[in-house]
Nanobody
Framework: QVQLVESGGGLVQAGGFLRLSCVAS????????MGWYRQAPGKQRELVAT???????NLADSVKGRFAISRDNAKNTVYLQMNSLEPEDTAVYYC???????????????WGQGTQVTVSS
């Protein structure tokens, strides 16, 4: 089984920055798209950014120009660099990965446990 483990959340003042990391660990697997989603209190989970194995990126309009997503395929890791943070960015951030297994063959979408990001004004 593959697991996703996130790190890098925390408390930061408005205008500050954080870098989130998410590592996928397991055996006999590969990863297609990876991404970050967030969920603020009382709101639905929303897409922040995704990146394919080939490097194609999709960013939510609300974070364009402030956030950047990247990945290291050799390390099965995806990053989210968050700059110019705003109080509205406060949420639990979840890592997502579209994983496929070699033996036996299968595919699934996995979620991390979430990491809290709090931006104070």
């Amino acid at each position: 089984q593959v697991q996703l483990v996130e790190s890098g959340g925390g408390l930061v003042q408005a205008g500050g920055f954080l870098r989130l990391s998410c590592v996928a660990s397991g055996s006999s697997f590969g990863i297609n798209a990876m991404g970050w989603y967030r969920q603020a209190p009382g709101k639905q989970r929303e897409l922040v950014a995704t990146i394919t194995s080939g490097g194609s990126i999709n960013l939510a309009d609300s974070v364009k120009g402030r956030f950047a997503i990247s990945r290291d395929n050799a390390k099965n890791t995806v990053y989210l660099q968050m700059n110019s943070l705003e109080p509205e960015d406060t949420a639990v951030y979840y890592c997502n990965a579209d994983v496929f297994y070699y033996r036996p063959y299968g595919a699934t979408s996995l979620w991390g446990q979430g990491t809290q990001v709090t931006v104070s004004s």
